[in-house]
């Protein structure tokens, strides 16, 4: 046995032949880091070290160019010694990644399994193992940002284009867009689009309608003072033309299918606008709601290759008329074209971004669910028109066959027409036996109030599902015997007045990747048209695209988290709540708050979940009336959309030269709305990039007037481990765990976005009509409503942020975000000689992100932002958050992930960019002819026989050294926007016949 102190003495020779076991040179190495022989043999590496890029002799070079002899020095100058949080925070101490996977496995396994017939708009489907694998898995498809820079982003640009027709086409409609959040929050936007359209504020919702979306809309309705009405939507009267838009559901919640041409005909008369949620696979077979003049039609791509994973991350869809499409919420795929006239895709119109217009916003949507919409777009690519029919009729004819089966036997079967759900009333047992039965065979059912049982079958489902079925009902057919009876085929929609005849998905990328080897290529090509983080650093600021570990990943796709249905008794998602548990506690450790939703699913949920339970908190004070809420000029546009959404009124806050709040103009605003002030909502650091020393300050103003302080959580990986939002004075924020906690962005969603509350606002939590989200909370529930359609959002990505946090440990958490700062300040000092650095605090450092200004090079030059933006293109990068929150600027944020090599690369390539605009400055390039204003170059263009500009082709591909040995080839030349906004088109082009 080797004691320390010789392996010590050993080190000295290590790097001879000393004849030492390998073993034991090897240890030499650790027994000089650690201290003792218990910590050389009890941990492997630590995570920390593998998540924070600049390695530790990187950190100390960095530290001297910023002035610095440490991180704790940096830290101490950087962030306001009154809200710095100096101990380490109360977590446990980090799990090493093969330690994390066997507690996550553990953890999984107490979920239980169970077959569900629940539906409500979610249903198990076989996701294709070559689209889990290639897309779901894969971190070139996982780690792209919003397509804001399309040249770059071709590839999922077309895929969601793929979706955008694909919905299209299914539903009937004329435009779609490329997804939004779930079903209940895109009906809540129809509706909303209803009242901007007609002008109108009543609304009215069938009663058979999913109950998760009602509640959705309900919470959306009081927000913005909206009248609404649930009944009959047969008997519901629309003759006093007060009625903005009604909401159907095409099968309705109890699977039964309805002629609505009547209604839809007589809403028109007056009118008001109709709105279908529908299910995708019944509209393989199903005349589609825009056959019956329905206007909008919205629901969940989830039974299109997304596994229900607990009630998300899923696509929701949005379709509408041609007339309606400039009223449309989210994000939009356009065709256009690049500066050659080859077609390119691109975000159209508006809905880029509606909260751009802020406070005037029709919506707040920010993140999408573009990884899981293309994922059902390839779902949809793989199977085709004939694999997407018949999987819908196998579904269908497996339903015929248990509804005619339960009919012999007596029960009643309370739908005529019907495609995959059935409600039964049972009269050969009673209620409790077929409850009693279900359990012991393991299968959920859906328990109506007045007695009745809700089956819903699905793409797994088998025959002998179908006869455990007929078991709960201690039926004693076998539907083997009852399939040999073609006559059951005549209750089938295809002889109803249902049948679908119009076609579908005729587009040819529908029709020729039906082999495994085609899609594969296919995913492939898209996959390689994008930059992602596995290519370079993505610096948008504010955006925190950090490293998505492959490890935190893999619990997305254990079975024990991705097979359970949202409205599964809670008692089999015990790995699940385990799991919420943990993740609560630790969060509330980091943030300093008492108690958070994971409701919502996205940070502009958040948001307005936040901004909802403020609301509320004043409501049962007495204080309805609090209604103005006081937002900064440089906050993120989600906020004062949030905020109109929230039935708020928006007041702007000034900032100052050094972009920090100006204290005497929130002073003033607090004293004139001093009676009706509801709350502040800051961002911490501000957006602008710096810490404010004025923090607590603010906090205490907003309080004393007995207002709330909303602090949104979009810049947290400047704070964790160093100060907590609870702490100096928050009352809530939102947690944009797809930002410092790990989650990826998806090329634009998923996103999680759950809020912390202090003590007095968590009674005023989004609860959720089916499943009780505040159970185990020593909390007074408040009827709040949901927000979002699942219980507890999306729940399947949040292992990543349990796992990066166990993995981390108190320790690493508050490196993570040391370095964080530190990448950001060095950045900031190499570039100082050559762009201005817009915002510094008062110490003359920046906090985690920083504001480079370009404005001044538009009048020496020509060059814009964008010029910039596009240029870096050709050195292998993505550019940072362009003209946000200042016009003319670029926000950079490098992450703590990135090591030193990375961001010398990205700040050499501005500062070749800088001697680019000096040529121009001089003279020795083109004002209008040169390589920023030409960027981005293509290979099509370079290897070009007509090449004639006054520039080398090596300037415009090969402008480094690094980027020869690892081009990124831009898959298009600059996208001509106003050609696209001009000439609107958001399917699939036509596309000429393969010689």
């Excluded at 204003?933 to 591909?957: C, F, G």
């Excluded at 088109?985 to 596309?991: E, M, V």
């Amino acid at each position: 046995m080797y004691s320390v102190s010789k392996l010590l003495k050993c080190s000295k020779i290590v790097s001879q032949n000393n004849g030492l076991p390998q073993h034991i040179r090897c240890l030499t190495v650790s027994a000089i880091r650690r201290s003792n022989l218990e910590q050389i043999i009890s941990r492997r590496d630590e995570f920390q070290t593998r998540h924070i890029g600049p390695r530790e002799h990187e950190q100390a070079e960095m530290l001297k160019t910023v002035g610095f002899q440490s991180l704790g020095d940096l830290i101490e100058k950087a962030v306001p010694a009154n809200i710095l949080h100096k101990s380490d925070l109360k977590i446990e101490e980090p799990l090493d990644e093969y330690e994390l996977m066997k507690q996550v496995l553990k953890i999984s396994e107490k979920n239980e399994i169970w077959r569900s017939y629940i539906g409500m708009g979610y249903h198990n489907c076989c996701v294709p193992h070559t689209i889990m694998r290639n897309i779901f898995e894969n971190p070139g498809w996982t780690t792209q940002y919003t397509p804001y820079q399309p040249e770059i982003a071709q590839g999922r640009l077309e895929g969601l284009l793929n979706y955008q027709t694909m919905i299209c086409d299914l539903t009937g409609m004329e435009v779609a867009n490329a997804s939004l959040l779930d079903e209940g929050t895109a009906a809540a936007e129809a509706l909303a689009l209803a009242c901007r359209h007609n002008k109108r504020n009543k609304l009215f919702v069938s009663d058979k309608t999913h109950p998760q979306t009602i509640s959705v809309i309900a919470t959306r309705a009081a927000s913005l003072g909206l009248e609404l009405e649930i009944g009959d939507v047969f008997k519901f009267d629309t003759s006093g033309k007060d009625v903005a838009g009604i909401l159907l559901q095409y099968p309705d919640t109890t699977g039964s299918i309805h002629d609505f041409s009547e209604v839809v005909q007589k809403a028109h008369a007056n009118g008001s606008l109709v709105c279908a949620a529908t299910d995708l696979l019944a509209l393989a077979i199903l005349k589609p709601p825009s056959e019956i003049g329905v206007d909008i039609c919205i629901g969940t791509s989830q039974r299109f290759g997304v596994p229900l994973g607990y009630g998300g991350p899923h696509a929701g869809f949005f379709a509408c008329r041609q007339k309606l499409v400039r009223l449309m919420p989210g994000r939009m795929i356009g065709v256009t074209r690049d500066a050659n006239g080859r077609e390119a895709y691109r975000l159209a119109l508006q809905t880029r971004e509606q909260h751009i217009r802020r406070d005037k916003a029709t919506s707040n949507i920010c993140t999408a669910q573009a990884l899981l919409a293309n994922m059902s777009a390839m779902y949809a690519v793989y199977h085709g028109p004939n694999g997407i029919r018949d999987i819908a009729s196998r579904v269908h004819h497996l339903t015929l066959l248990l509804a005619k089966a339960l009919q012999e036997e007596g029960n009643q079967i309370n739908n005529k027409h019907y495609f995959d759900t059935i409600q039964v009333v049972p009269k050969k047992i009673t209620l409790s036996q077929v409850q009693e039965n279900a359990k012991s065979a393991r299968i959920n059912l859906r328990y109506f109030s007045g007695g009745a049982v809700g089956i819903s079958l699905d793409e797994i489902t088998t025959i002998q599902d179908v006869n455990d079925l007929l078991n709960v009902f201690s039926s004693n057919f076998k539907i083997e015997e009852l399939s040999r009876d073609q006559s059951i085929l005549k209750d089938s929609l295809v002889n109803s007045p249902f049948n679908r005849t119009t076609p579908y998905l005729q587009h040819p990328v529908f029709n020729k990747h039906h082999s495994e080897t085609r899609i594969v290529r296919y995913m492939k090509s898209l996959e390689n048209k994008d930059v992602s983080l596995v290519h370079s650093m993505i610096p948008l600021g504010s955006c925190t695209m950090k490293l998505n570990s492959t490890t935190e990943m893999m619990p997305c796709s254990l079975r024990g988290f991705t097979e359970i249905h949202p409205f599964a008794p809670i008692e089999q998602a015990a790995g699940y709540q385990q799991l919420f548990k943990e993740l609560e506690k630790d969060l509330c450790t980091i943030t300093g708050y008492d108690s958070i939703s994971f409701q919502p699913n996205s940070g502009a949920q958040g948001e307005y979940a936040g901004l909802r339970a403020i609301q509320l908190y004043h409501e049962s004070t007495g204080n309805k009336h609090r209604q103005v809420c006081l937002i900064p000029i440089s906050a993120h546009g989600t906020n004062p959309a949030s905020a109109q959404m929230a039935g708020m009124q928006v007041e702007p806050i000034m900032v100052r030269k050094d972009g920090s709040v100006d204290i005497e103009h929130l002073k003033a605003m607090i004293n004139k709305y001093k009676d009706t002030l509801s709350c502040l909502m800051i961002t911490y650091p501000s957006t602008n990039g710096v810490f404010e020393e004025t923090i607590g300050e603010i906090c205490k103003l907003v309080h004393n007037a007995g207002g709330q302080v909303y602090l949104d959580g979009a810049n947290m990986n400047a704070q964790v481990g160093l100060c907590r939002p609870g702490d100096y004075g928050s009352d809530v924020s939102h947690l944009n765990l797809h930002k410092t906690f790990c989650i990826p962005h998806g090329g634009g969603g998923p996103g999680m976005g759950p809020i912390g509350v202090k003590k007095h606002l968590a009674p005023f939590l989004p609860n959720h009509p089916v499943i009780n989200c505040s159970e185990n909370k020593n909390t007074t529930i408040h009827e709040s409503g949901a927000v979002s359609a699942a219980p507890f959002g999306s729940s399947a990505i949040l292992p990543i942020s349990w796992a990066y946090i166990k993995m981390m440990g108190p320790k690493g958490l508050r490196k993570a975000t040391q370095v964080a700062i530190l990448n950001a300040n060095y950045m900031s000092k190499r570039l100082e000689k050559y762009y201005k650095t817009l915002y510094k605090g008062n110490t003359g450092l920046v906090a985690h992100e920083f504001i480079l200004d370009i404005r001044d090079f538009k009048k020496t030059a020509n060059i814009e932002a964008v010029d910039i933006a596009k240029r870096l293109m050709d050195y292998g990068f993505h550019a940072p958050t362009m003209s946000w929150p200042v016009a003319g600027t670029l926000m950079i944020e490098p992450t703590e992930s990135e090591d030193k090599a990375e961001l010398d690369r990205f700040c050499e390539s501005l500062i070749s960019i800088r001697g680019e605009i000096e040529d121009i400055e001089n003279g020795k390039l083109d004002i209008a002819n040169n390589p920023l204003k030409m960027a981005p170059h293509t290979q099509e263009q370079v290897i070009s026989s007509d090449w004639n500009r006054p520039y080398s082709r090596e300037l415009a591909a090969f402008p480094a050294s690094f980027v020869k040995g690892n081009k990124i080839w831009p898959s298009v030349g600059r996208i001509d926007d106003i050609y696209g906004d001009k000439n609107l088109f958001c399917t699939c082009p036509p596309i000429l016949p393969e010689p």
